[in-house]
């Protein structure tokens, strides 16, 4: 990017003034390396957030901001309903609620490397993972509008998990305000032979060990040693989020042909957010959140099941569970004053600090933790929010962090600089078990393919948006 | 010239392209440049057939509700094709798509497409008189 036309705030702040058609400046979070090796079309993508309706503050892109379509990815835009603000389906994205969760296994370095391969594979089996995979839990029409209302709580309540899991997903498991009846008939078709799949692409399930402590007092908050070993999950909504997403850009782009809106990208289509389609959006977007939110919970209890296979009596504690594509209601303070805005993060974390409602106990005095997955060949992250009487909302992107490396090649790219077969092996010789059914696909997710997610962290921690507290190194990989 | 598909260059997703003669063989060609994310095309037996319809009110829309829908069957029957027969009539496209199971085994998917974008969205003529019609995919 060149940054010529930006003005430098602070050393990890870079600020677009507001100009034509933009209603607030933009500002985008970075090391000057970093802003270097973003693509133009970042910057231009946040000045066309910044010209949406209502929009709050500034439109905002994290350290690991790349070109997506109508919104920047690692973008966030906060929009106030009293003020005409909007939602837009693009500027959520087509993965609602994809997210991480992070789980503590008991188990320590040592214990790992004596059942490393026999776990690999007990979680390769137990986990549906890649294209046309199915899950076995088929819902009746009744059960799917249970699911949708009740997210995680739901799968609990049938078994899948444990009600201690709840508090630590954002929304306590279930997202308030979804209105199953606004999913159509389409989504829940595609989400008939999906529920609890990994899915394809940049999703994972990962056995980690914390290769080092960055901050101990945080750490120790979190129940995080070095040389302890961690599980993460990484994916989405599945085909229920991806039809939703489809289904309400269409009805946006329809409205907006029909209301004469000026569009700057039709990806910007957006419905006021006291609207019916506004409304309709909100609810059925929620519904898609619970079905994330219930698709990691049957996940976490199928790897549970695996690791007993193999571990018998391994107890898997939740750590935490974010969601990073989503549009949801919250409370900042802006000018002074709270204010009821509706958050876009779309490719970033929520990052709330400490001492925020919302958190469960344990980790209401030190933050929310904030999970950033890597690739299958370098490290992951746990960050915590950070407080908020640090300053306004706005001064820390409404309280958002960045969500992984962020892609630095093409997939076209790097399937013509590496090949699966090599990938798996030189990860293996690195002590790194992976299992999938694709090796196109791993060749796409090739380490190298990505940004390096260490300074995207260094950055994210630099510009006060977080604050690193471990680095994971991942152990065994189940990718789609 | 010859009816072609190719992917275009997006950093974080793909660029879908069909070119060809006429607008309903671009939009057949955009459909197997679809398919070949997933998998090769020409290691798709074509046996299954599934009848698509869609209706939008200008080429643009109709080349995202057409990629959707075939996004929709493939995932919903699990299914990839290999073979298209559009017809377009105005602001209708009825077609027919040609395929079968996805085996991760013979068709080794490297990964499942989410759904069309507005993004790199265009149909319309080039230079030598094609038709042309591309989107980005979310994968």
């Known amino acids: 990017m060149d940054t010529m036309r930006l003005e430098r705030v602070r050393e990890f702040e870079w600020r677009i003034p507001a100009t034509g058609p933009m209603r607030v400046p933009g500002v985008i979070f970075a090391s000057e390396q970093l802003l270097r090796e973003m693509d133009d079309n970042v910057a231009h993508q946040v000045r066309n957030v910044a010209s949406l309706p209502g929009i709050v503050g500034a439109s905002y892109a994290m350290p690991d901001a790349h070109w997506g379509y109508g919104f920047p990815i690692g973008g966030v835009a906060a929009f106030d309903p009293a003020e005409g603000g909007v939602v837009s389906a693009g500027g959520v994205g087509f993965d609602i609620s994809c997210g991480v969760r992070t789980l503590h ?140 997403a489809t289904d309400y850009q269409r009805r946006m782009v329809n409205e907006a042909a029909r209301e004469g809106r000026a569009l700057p990208d039709r990806e910007l289509a957006w ?99 904030v999970l950033i997955g890597g690739t299958m060949g370098t490290h992951s992250y746990i960050l915590a929010g950070n407080s908020q009487d640090e300053g306004e909302g706005e001064a820390h992107g409404f309280s958002s962090a960045c969500h992984g490396a962020g892609r630095a090649m093409s997939r076209r790219q790097a399937t013509r600089t590496w090949n699966g077969r090599d990938v798996v092996k030189e990860l293996e010789t690195r002590g790194v ?44 990989c189940i990718k789609g | 010239m010859t009816n072609r598909w190719e992917h275009f260059h997006h950093q974080s997703d793909i660029g879908v392209r069909g070119i060809a ?57 699990g299914m990839v094709f290999g073979g298209f027969t559009v017809h377009i009539d105005g602001q209708r496209l009825t077609a027919e798509a040609r395929g079968e199971g996805v ?5 080794a998917p490297a990964v499942e497409v989410k759904g069309a974008t507005y993004s790199g969205l265009q149909v319309g003529r080039n230079e030598a008189g094609e038709w042309v019609a591309q989107a980005v995919v979310d994968v």
């Open chain 1, 271 to 369: 419905a006021p957010i006291e609207s019916e389609l506004g409304t309709a959006y909100l609810g059925a977007m929620g519904a898609a959140i619970n079905c994330a939110l219930a698709n990691r919970q049957i996940i976490t209890a199928l790897a549970r099941d695996a690791f007993d296979a193999v571990i018998p009596g391994a107890q898997l504690s939740l750590l935490y569970d974010v969601s990073h594509n989503t549009c949801k209601r919250e409370t900042h303070r802006v000018d002074g004053r709270e204010r009821e805005l509706y958050v876009h993060r779309k490719g970033a974390t929520r990052a709330w600090g400490a001492g925020r409602e919302g958190l469960p106990e344990g980790l209401k005095a030190v933050g929310q933790p």
């Open chain 2, 21 to 77: 003669d006429t607008l309903a063989g671009a939009f057949e060609q955009a459909a197997l440049a679809l398919t070949a994310v997933v998998t090769d095309p020409a290691g798709v037996t074509a046996g299954e057939e599934v009848i698509i319809h869609c209706e939008a009110p200008d080429p643009e829309l109709l080349l995202v509700d057409w990629l959707n829908a075939v996004i929709y069957e493939m995932a919903v029957r």
């Open chain 2, 103 to 107: 085996e991760v085994a013979r068709h």
């Open chain 1, 105 to 244: 296994t008991g188990l320590t370095r040592g214990d790992l490397q004596r059942v490393k391969a026999p776990l690999a594979q007990a979680l390769y089996g137990a986990v549906p993972a890649g294209v046309g995979s199915t899950g076995t839990i088929h819902l009746s029409a009744h059960e799917m509008d249970a699911m949708l209302a009740g997210g995680a709580a739901w799968a609990v309540s049938r078994g899948w998990g444990r009600r201690e899991d709840l508090p630590h997903i954002e929304e306590h498991g279930s997202m308030a305000g979804a209105l199953p009846e606004a999913v159509s008939e389409q989504a829940r078709k595609r989400q008939r032979n999906e529920m609890g799949t990994l899915g394809s692409g940049n999703h994972y399930l990962e056995v980690q060990e914390v290769e080092a402590v960055l901050d101990r007092d945080l750490a120790a908050a979190f129940g995080l040693h070095q040389g302890d070993v961690v599980m993460s999950i990484h994916c989405g909504s599945r085909g229920l989020g991806h039809q939703v």
């Open chain 1, 433 to 476: 078990l992976v299992r999938s059914p694709s090796l196109k696909g791993i060749a796409e997710e090739a380490p190298g393919a990505y940004k390096d997610v260490s300074a995207v962290v260094d950055a994210t921690q630099r510009a006060g948006l977080a604050r690193a507290v471990a680095r994971l190194r991942p152990v065994v």
